[in-house]
């Protein structure tokens, strides 16, 4: 268990780019607006983008999974923030969503360290 | 108050609980082994599947799949940029779920500096959206 490698980190790079571009896909799937019951849910799960997007999900799992079998969870955890930056920028610029940047870069701040010390606190038996 | 819809919460708490406990499911599921690689990667495939089987992963697997749909129904409610970064909360229910029921080593005051860090920023997140 080591730190980033170039290898581990281009890993690292497609596994957050594959998470994020999968939650695009699965929210420009669902324009339809909100769903309620169960045929709605169906219908919805069905959409070319949701599919899309799952798909592009699974893969970011299994790249994850990949990255870290092979880097300590101290140093990979953090950089699952990284994909919410990316995200809110997707958002804005693809979703065209209206993003207050104020709270909302000040929240992911929170939410970063909030995640590194959940990867700390997880590598328990790790040195 | 509360800046998500009832319903926006009712399936937020759907996805989360689906999700962790899933998780936690499926590591019940390995009975603390590790799943042999075999020479022959069709013997490889034959142990993931034979775990796959077991009660306790079946039931993972399919906590998962209502987790994410209660995730589609949650993000059809709310924007993506706002839906996004409340995953984070399942990383700390993970950790938390991984301490009490699977007994694994956690730095509790680790867990307990994430929980805040990430109630924190959650809540900056949905202040966000008004």
């Known amino acids: ?127 | 108050m509360s800046v998500f819809s009832p319903m926006a919460i009712i399936t937020l708490l759907g996805f989360l609980l689906c999700s962790s406990f899933g998780q936690i499911c499926m590591k019940l599921g390995m009975k603390g082994e590790e799943i042999p690689i075999e020479k022959s990667p069709f013997k490889t495939i034959i142990n993931i599947i034979l775990v796959m089987l077991r009660p306790y992963t079946l039931t993972g697997f399919v906590l998962y799949v209502i987790g994410a749909l209660s995730w589609l129904m949650f993000l059809s409610r709310v924007p993506l940029n706002v839906a996004y970064p409340m995953i984070s909360i399942g990383y700390v229910a993970i950790m938390v779920l991984s301490g009490v029921i699977l007994k694994e080593k956690i730095n509790w005051r680790y867990a307990s500096a994430a929980l805040v860090c990430i109630a924190v920023g959650v809540c900056f997140i949905g202040y966000s959206l008004h």
Do not use: H
């Open chain 1, 1 to 127: 268990m080591g730190n980033l490698t170039f290898k581990t980190g281009i890993l690292l790079a497609v596994s957050l780019l594959l998470a994020s571009f999968g939650q695009i896909f699965l929210k420009m799937g669902l324009a339809g607006g909100e769903i309620s019951g169960s045929a709605g849910l169906i219908k919805a799960f069905l959409n070319p983008y949701v599919l899309l997007g799952f798909a592009i999900y699974a893969c970011s799992t299994l790249t994850w999974m990949l990255l870290i079998s092979r880097v300590k969870l101290s140093v990979a955890y953090p950089m699952i923030s990284i994909s919410y930056v990316i995200v809110m920028i997707l958002s804005a610029l693809i979703l065209k969503e209206d993003v207050n940047w104020l709270y909302g870069l000040a929240g992911l701040v929170f939410i970063a360290a909030g995640v590194t010390f959940v990867g700390k606190g997880m590598s328990g038996g790790e040195k």
